[in-house]
């Protein structure tokens, strides 16, 4: 397990690179600008900014993938499947958005009509067939494939994916067409199916597949680049990166899947905030990180993160990969405020960005955002921002609202636009608790990110929350989610079996095998490893899969078998409400994880006040157009605060990247490890226990 200190995480977002590092029990945080044609250079200039010298790991997390694939600005790779389905890309699933099952026009955004990923003329069928059962019913043609091969050379593509029917089950002729590959094009990226998801369903194993060697292409470089200056910089440490549930995986095993590390980011935060909750005896959180487009809401039950078995980047684009439940919705501190043709103020979902970004940034922006208004409120301060590394132009946020085409007072104008705002916020963690099925007033919601703090606890009576909390370094928490988790390495196989006695030879010899694989690829460090088994299964009959379900350990014998149908039945009771004994159980994905326990961030327990000495604002300041005439707010230092600290709303807790909004009417109390904990003035009650 490596020490608690030398540890650096590091999340690259579209606009800024946050780095944290944990030295000598110290969290040191940077914020710096991200070099979008030079990721990694941001990355280093904020590694050299901490000293990345001393370091013993160095944690790393990027939507840079992510948004290479959204924005389309992706290399030139091609298709390879079975003869007569290459159109399986622009297929998919058939499935339509719910707000496109009456529109004639609606095209998926990554087919041909639109901005394909592959484009038709480099996706090539093969001439070969692997029935389902995995006997060969066509051998594969090589002297075609060969032809193939050749004129996508001529067409210089970057990458190849590889996607037979029904090669999970027998992957015999996707290895050979690796070889060939290999033979007519040289040394370049190539992913097959069989090794980047060997799962049954074509679809989501072509698309993975096709993901994969993109990132291959994206990351691969990166990786080596980032490798290189941190050596230059005198890291001797591990690299590691985090994957789509913000476990880490050594560099060299994470370029071999890359597929796994597209959306890292957001999935740090959400374990940042199950690792705070276990610290603090907070099991059930909603967790929402307020950016500057978006606010990624997520939930945390019994201190565990909701995880799916796929991530989807846009409708019906699909990723076969353990990623934590994330549903973004378009508001954020640069969401720009708008009046419709019919006079409506609206506030989102487009976004000011970072280039122009708000008015009050003077870079050219012109139109108003919801930054614009904090700024007006008087709650942002405009000689402070981002660590007082940028200065905010209250003048020009006033005049971007002047010019909003409506006959509403400036005063209604910024009202408004506050009240729609936070609402916006709201309807969206609302459908995340209804489709969770989870009760608000047993969660407490961990508002963080830039923005999160100033605009979040105005919601803990709109949402009838148990309490709002504001962790120690918020603007840079998703950071601290990649020092607070442990290294893990996964693997999965389909096999097709009904749960009886007969079956457990056929399982225990799947399980092993994978076990065996991910022991020689782990080395050394599989001696303190805790491999997890689950499987997916259904009811016979049944289209889709109960995940997760938990399978005893050692060997898979009958009375193992009576285990799992047990705990199947459990886990499907759980979920849907019902329970089906009678009918029988179906195994068909077989999971195995190993867990590396890592050393995670312990935050500092904050200092007692001595006796006799109370806590006194910094200040009061007016904070206007909230309601017809100012409301005075006391102003605080975060730095300043010590445990057991109480502090009535309204008040304004400023620290370098973010700024705290207590409302009027709520209480605000200092916990065990910094935390600022916000209720309802009348729920206040004693102060939380020490850290655990």
Not at 99 to 114: E, K, L, N, Q, Y
Not at 235 to 245: P, Q, T
Not at 408 to 429: C, D, P, Q, W
Not at 593 to 603: D, F, G, N
Request: glycine fraction near 10%.
């Amino acid at each position: 397990m490596a020490k608690t200190n030398g540890m650096i995480g590091v999340d690259v977002g579209g606009t800024f690179t946050d780095v944290v590092s944990i030295e000598d029990g110290r969290i040191k945080t940077v914020k710096v600008s991200t070099n979008v044609t030079e990721t990694y250079s941001g990355v280093l200039e904020g590694a050299a900014e901490v000293g990345v010298e001393t370091a013993a790991v160095f944690n790393h997390a990027s939507t840079h993938g992510l948004n290479a694939i959204i924005t389309r600005r992706v290399p030139k790779i091609a298709f390879l499947t079975t003869e007569g389905h290459r159109d399986i890309l622009d297929m998919a699933r058939g499935w339509r958005p719910a707000t496109a099952s009456t529109d004639p026009h609606w095209r998926r955004s990554f087919g041909d009509v639109t901005a394909p990923i592959v484009p038709r003329y480099l996706r090539r069928g093969i001439r070969e067939r692997i029935a389902s059962d995995g006997s060969i019913v066509s051998e594969l043609d090589e002297a075609q494939a060969r032809e193939e091969l050749r004129v996508l050379a001529r067409c210089e593509v970057q990458g190849i994916a590889i996607c037979l029917l029904n090669s999970y089950v027998n992957g015999e002729h996707e290895r050979r067409l690796r070889e060939l590959v290999v033979e007519e094009l040289g040394d370049i990226p190539c992913s097959v199916s069989t090794d980047v998801s060997p799962l049954a369903r074509e679809y989501p194993r072509a698309s993975t597949t096709v993901v994969d060697v993109l990132m291959k292409i994206i990351y691969g470089p990166y990786a080596k680049r980032l490798g290189t200056g941190l050596t230059d910089l005198g890291f001797k440490g591990e690299l590691s990166f985090a994957d789509c549930s913000a476990m880490l995986a050594p560099v060299k095993l994470a370029m071999e899947r890359p597929s796994r590390i597209l959306f890292s980011g957001p999935a740090a935060g959400t374990v940042a905030c199950a690792h705070l909750g276990g610290m603090i005896d907070e099991p059930n959180m909603l967790c929402a990180d307020v950016g500057g487009t978006s606010t990624d809401i997520s939930v945390v039950t019994g201190g565990k993160p909701f995880v799916n078995t796929t991530f989807e980047l846009e409708h019906d684009l699909i990723v076969n990969t353990l990623s934590n439940d994330i549903v973004s919705v378009g508001a954020g501190g640069g969401s720009i405020v708008t009046i419709s043709p019919t006079g409506e103020l609206r506030v989102g979902p487009e976004s000011a960005g970072a280039d122009p970004g708000p008015a009050c940034y003077g870079r050219g922006g012109t139109q108003p955002t919801t930054s614009d208004m904090f700024l007006l409120i008087g709650i942002l301060d405009p000689d402070r921002f981002a660590a007082g590394r940028a200065k905010l132009s209250p003048e020009l946020a006033r005049a971007a609202f002047e010019r909003l085409d409506t006959q509403a007072t400036l005063a209604e104008r910024v009202r408004f636009a506050y009240k729609m705002a936070l609402n916006n916020v709201a309807e969206g963690i609302f459908d995340v608790v209804v489709k969770s099925g989870i009760d608000p007033r047993d969660y407490s919601m961990v508002a963080y990110g830039a923005a999160g703090p100033m605009m979040l606890p105005a919601l803990l009576e709109q949402m009838h929350l148990k309490s709002v909390i504001v962790p120690p370094h918020p603007g840079l928490f998703s950071a601290l989610g990649l020092v607070s988790t442990d290294q893990t390495h996964a693997d999965s196989r389909t096999a097709y079996n009904i749960l009886t006695p007969d079956a457990a030879d056929e399982i225990d010899a799947i399980y092993s095998e994978m076990e065996e694989s991910m022991r020689e690829s782990l080395g050394d460090e599989a001696k303190g490893v805790t491999f997890v088994r689950t499987f997916d299964g259904q009811l016979m009959g049944q289209v889709w899969e109960t995940p997760f379900i938990e399978v005893p350990s050692g060997k898979i014998t009958p009375a193992g078998i009576e285990q799992m149908i047990s705990n199947f039945h459990d886990g499907y009771e759980k979920r849907s409400g019902n329970r089906f004994e009678a009918m029988p159980v179906q195994g068909v994905t077989y999971r195995l994880t190993a867990i590396v326990p890592t050393a995670k961030v312990e935050y500092p327990k904050p200092e007692r006040r001595t006796a006799g000495e109370a806590l006194e604002p910094d200040g009061t300041i007016t904070l206007r157009y909230l309601e017809d005439d100012g409301i005075q707010a006391a102003e605080y230092e975060r730095e300043n605060l010590r445990f057991g600290d109480v502090i009535d709303g309204p008040a304004v807790i400023r620290e370098p990247l973010s700024t705290t909004f207590v409302a009027p009417g709520q209480t605000a109390r200092v916990g065990a490890v910094g935390e600022i904990v916000i209720t309802r003035a009348t729920d206040s009650g004693g102060l939380r226990g020490e850290a655990k």
